[in-house]
């Protein structure tokens, strides 16, 4: 039987605690929900869970959200002498994150997969709702604990192999759902002293960059310039990039990171970049032409991410291992050169996304917290 937990003081609106923590791709999903949560109901409160190493802790209090912190718990791919301290660890962290969801008067736990989610769902489990969402087309160990004793479960495609999974795609931050590449193509193309004419590139790796990316395309720069190409490439705040300025040509910018997306996405009119879910959702949502280099390591999750967007004519795909100055050359100056081709695959882009799941998700959410409030009423 389980322990009925000591809740907070009540409070005017449901408490909506988020969990997804680590990297982007878990971070802004669960802050798109926040979002929606609060445009659909002002009085919900949103707590973020998160970890010290993570993303999050820069990410969350900038968005205006409350960040909770408890202890990571990585699992070891592999048998070492951490994989038999990990019973410790998780009852470390399952203990604190009780205590948090206590504190804050949880009434709906949101999980997203990673370190974050799995200690979350175990604290939530016979005491709080869990609703899990899933934004990968191969799900990971978190995600699939969690689902056992979700409340509701959504995953961003089908065949997710969850149970009860409802489809609803990923969701996605009201700006980059909403924005306008055209209007705002000037603003953004001066923004990166970006030729404000040339057809232009987008290339990124992801936060930290790819070095496989960026020597395949800066080794492919006198090709696309002499293409007319402007570029704009995020190479990584680790890296580093040289490339020679051809005279004349549209300007090859470089930059270690993207702090605006939603003008990098208006500057381009076609993106090369890896296939996370979140990246291949938003890059379709916005309607860019893309060139998809999955990441070689995982369970190659990223090549399926992608492959519904090539499926439907939205995207080419080079495998990391093909990427090559040639072949870049290869697929993007036919594409970049050719306004018809660009037009066909950003409207096979832009079909492929579900624009609106982070208004079902919320009210998916909100639903289950005010069935455990009226519970909690009633008792």
């Not at 001066?190 to 070095?211: I, N, W, Y």
């Not at 499926?311 to 495998?319: K, L, Q």
């Amino acid at each position: 039987m389980s322990q009925e937990p000591v809740r907070a003081p009540q409070h005017d609106g449901p408490c909506v605690v988020v969990a997804g923590g680590g990297t982007a791709g878990h971070i802004e999903p669960a802050l798109a929900l926040a979002d929606a949560v609060r445009r659909i109901r002002p009085d919900a409160r949103i707590v973020a869970l998160g970890t010290e190493r993570g993303l999050e802790g820069k990410i969350v209090p900038a968005r205006g959200y409350q960040l909770e912190l408890i202890p990571p718990v990585p699992m070891p791919r592999k048998p070492t002498a951490d994989l038999f301290k990990l019973p410790l660890k998780v009852r470390a962290a399952v203990k604190q994150t009780r205590e948090v969801l206590d504190r804050v008067g949880a009434d709906v736990v949101v999980g997203f997969g990673g370190y974050v989610a799995l200690p979350a769902y175990l604290a939530a489990r016979g005491r709080t709702p869990i609703v899990v969402h899933d934004s990968n087309a191969r799900v990971g160990l978190a995600n699939k604990v969690g689902a056992r004793f979700a409340r509701r479960v959504a995953v961003a495609v089908p065949d997710s192999g969850l149970p009860n999974a409802e489809v609803i795609g990923i969701p996605l931050r009201t700006s980059i759902i909403e924005l306008d590449r055209a209007a705002l193509r000037a603003q953004a193309r001066e923004h990166f002293g970006l030729d404000p004419d040339a057809p232009t590139l987008l290339v990124f790796g992801g936060s930290q960059g790819a070095r496989t990316i960026n020597n395949a395309v800066s080794g492919a720069a006198r090709r696309l310039a002499d293409a007319g190409i402007g570029v704009l490439h995020a190479h990584g705040p680790k890296n580093s990039l040289a490339v020679q300025e051809v005279p004349g040509a549209p300007k090859y910018a470089t930059v270690p990171y993207l702090e605006r997306m939603d003008l990098a996405y208006a500057a381009a009119d076609a993106v090369l970049c890896r296939s996370g879910a979140m990246t291949v959702a938003e890059v379709s949502a916005v309607g860019l032409p893309a060139v998809f280099v999955p990441l070689p390591i995982g369970n190659g999750e990223q090549a399926l991410n992608a492959k519904p967007v090539v499926d439907a004519g939205g995207a080419f795909m080079i495998n990391d291992a093909d990427l090559t100055p040639d072949s870049v050359a290869e697929t993007v100056v036919p594409l970049l050169t050719d306004a018809a081709k660009r037009d066909r695959m950003s409207a096979a882009a832009s079909g492929t996304g579900h624009r609106e799941a982070a208004d079902v998700l919320a009210r998916m959410v909100l639903e289950v917290a005010d069935e455990h409030a009226k519970k909690d009423i009633e008792r």
